[in-house]
């Protein structure tokens, strides 16, 4: 029996939060291992338990997005997912931009919560249907001339490496991260980059010159 999913759950209604807590905990592949009720707290939370999902409230003091964004840069092997009552277009840009591979709509159902956990623990992005029009409408526009001015510089460094022809392995080792954080990274980057797949992301790359000192400066 594989472990557990390990969760974090944050937002500053204790009402909303237990019940989403005792929600999860009825379910046996989910275990939710801290709760906070604020962005800061949320942060040193998953910075310190390193969970596999960090729910986030959208509006909780601090900003449930900030707090997406540091998580990202942090802990990049977790997967975020924002819990909101929001359905506004921009809110759900910016989670999206600052990490989060969900964004869920509060009134969902347990179940319903607990598959998208599941689904995002496994490396997919959910988006509630009614709001997943918006998003593709806005990911069909026209890319900036920069495509990867939205990547983070650590995304930047990996997808370099990718470039240069190097493994998820070989990334880990040459950085000092685990092989299961590039993957992450990877993820991060598909995702921002809008293509399926490390070969796509990598002709990206080449194609704006990414990779090629790196590649160029490998011991011989």
């Not at 409230?57 to 977790?78: F, H, K, N, S, Y």
């Not at 490496?161 to 392995?169: C, K, R, T």
């Amino acid at each position: 029996m594989s472990e557990p999913i390990r969760v974090v759950v944050a937002d500053d209604h204790p009402l909303f939060r237990e019940g989403v807590i005792n929600s999860l905990r009825a379910t046996p592949d989910i275990s939710v291992i801290g709760q906070a009720e604020n962005a800061e707290e949320a942060v040193r939370l998953v910075r310190d338990e390193v969970p596999e999902i960090a729910l986030l409230d959208v509006t909780m003091p601090g900003g449930g997005i900030e707090a997406a964004r540091r998580i990202a840069a942090l802990c990049p092997a977790t997967r975020i997912v924002m819990l909101t009552v929001s359905e506004d277009e921009d809110d759900l840009l910016e989670a999206m931009k600052a990490g989060a591979s969900g964004y869920v709509l509060k009134g969902v159902s347990a179940r319903e919560l607990a598959s998208v956990v599941r689904s995002v623990s496994a490396g997919e992005v959910y988006v509630a249907p009614s709001l997943a029009f918006g998003l593709l409408r806005e990911m069909s526009k026209a890319r900036p001339s920069d495509p990867l001015a939205e990547l983070t510089t650590r995304e930047r460094q990996v997808l370099e490496l990718v470039a240069s022809g190097l493994s998820n392995q070989e990334i880990g080792v040459k950085l000092g991260l685990a092989e299961k954080t590039i993957k992450h990274y990877m993820t991060n980057i598909l995702t921002k980059l809008q293509v399926r797949s490390r070969v796509e992301a990598a002709l990206l790359a080449a194609r704006v010159g990414l990779g090629q000192a790196s590649s160029d400066a490998r011991p011989r």
